[in-house]
Structure formats: C-alpha cells, structure tokens
C-alpha cells in the first residue's frame, strides 16, 4: 500500500507565497511522474504541474512563470512553490504519483487527501 501525505496548505494574501510538500511512503519499487492538481468551487480537477523522475517539467498555462515544481527522489518527496498568488488560484491542492510497488509489474496512479489554499486579503 502507498500513501501520499500533503502539507503545508493554508491562508496566504494575495502576491504571498506558499510551498506544498507532499511525501510518498509505504511499500515502493520505484515512481515515475509526480504532480499536483487542484480542484477549485464548481470546477473539476485541472493539472497544476508535474515532474518526471528525471526532472523534465511541465506546467499549465495559469501558473507558468509562478510556480515551480521540484522532487527529492530520496525522500519520495514532491515540493510546488507558490509565488505572486491569486485570488484564483484558490483550490484545493493534490499530490499525485505514478507508483510502482515492491513486487509489482506496473505503475500505479496514486492520490493525496488535499490540502487547502486559500487566497484572499
């Protein structure tokens, strides 16, 4: 089993600053792609960025320029720093990775709980 454990969501004005973390643990082979998605009120679940295990990036269109994805393959750890925030990037924030685990053939798709971010004076 796989868990992926998100932090460090909150309240932040707006033009603030916010990094998530999100930790995979459990019985993992190895992972392949790492991300984060937010859902926002009435919206549904939108790509944020992602990060292959080799470090190649990609980003949507709204947060390019703002946010920046990272990983720390050693801690299974992926990291999304929030700069100049927006009212609009009010959602809540999950982590996603492709997992293989201990004795498995094929990547699985895992998911956090969420965090929240809140962006608002």
């Known amino acids: 089993q796989v868990q992926l454990m998100e932090s460090g969501g909150g309240l932040v004005q707006p033009g603030g600053s916010l990094r998530l973390s999100c930790a995979a643990s459990?019985?993992?082979?190895?992972?392949?792609?790492m991300g984060w998605y937010r859902q926002a009120p009435g919206k549904q679940r939108a790509l944020v960025a992602v990060i292959t295990s080799g470090g190649s990036t990609n980003y949507s269109g709204s947060v390019k320029g703002r946010f920046t994805i990272s990983r720390d393959n050693a801690k299974n750890t992926v990291y999304l720093q929030m700069n100049s925030l927006k009212p609009e990037d009010t959602a809540v924030y999950y982590c996603n990775a492709g997992v293989v685990i201990q004795g498995g053939r094929y990547s699985q798709s895992y998911w956090g709980q969420g965090t929240q971010v809140t962006v608002s004076s």
């Open positions: 459990g019985s993992i082979f190895s992972i392949n792609a």
